[in-house]
């Protein structure tokens, strides 16, 4: 198989963009949940940071579509990379512990998002890149 069908990359962006929305909403929660200070601004800048990147899965096309998915995965794996610092020798000054809220949820949850977020991120470097403007969503054009 050289290429990769439509509907392959379709389903890859949505599933993609439901990761991020899992971890943007994660760290919002926990800001809203209480965690302040660096920490907490830290965790809104994610939040945004996920924000952006999910809108960029679901409306661009071609390279910049690329971008976005490489981007992504590397924003997930730079996420989850963080807590793990934290968990162990400390990030920042900030050092964590498994039982803190959704800490073992979050590691599930951006493991399983790394695995989606590379395959999507294959997908889109398999199909050839077209035009940049035309989105997901149909009739937007």
Not at 34 to 57: D, E, H, P, Q, S
Request: hydrophobic share 60%.
């Amino acid at each position: 198989m050289t290429g990769t069908t439509p509907r392959a990359l379709g389903v890859m962006r949505i599933l993609s963009a439901l990761v991020l929305l899992a971890v943007g909403g994660i760290h919002l929660f926990l800001v809203l949940d209480g965690v302040g200070g660096v920490l907490g601004v830290l965790f809104v800048l994610n939040a945004v940071a996920a924000l952006v990147l999910l809108i960029g899965m679901l409306m661009l096309r071609g390279r910049l579509l690329q971008l976005t998915t490489l981007l992504s995965l590397l924003f997930v794996i730079a996420t989850l990379a963080a807590l793990l610092l934290a968990l162990t020798v400390g990030l920042f000054g900030i050092t964590e512990v498994w039982t803190f809220t959704l800490v073992p949820q979050t590691v599930v949850v951006e493991a399983i998002g790394i695995v989606v977020l590379a395959i999507t991120t294959v997908v889109a470097f398999r199909r050839p890149a077209r035009s940049t403007s035309t989105p997901l969503v149909a009739g937007t054009r």
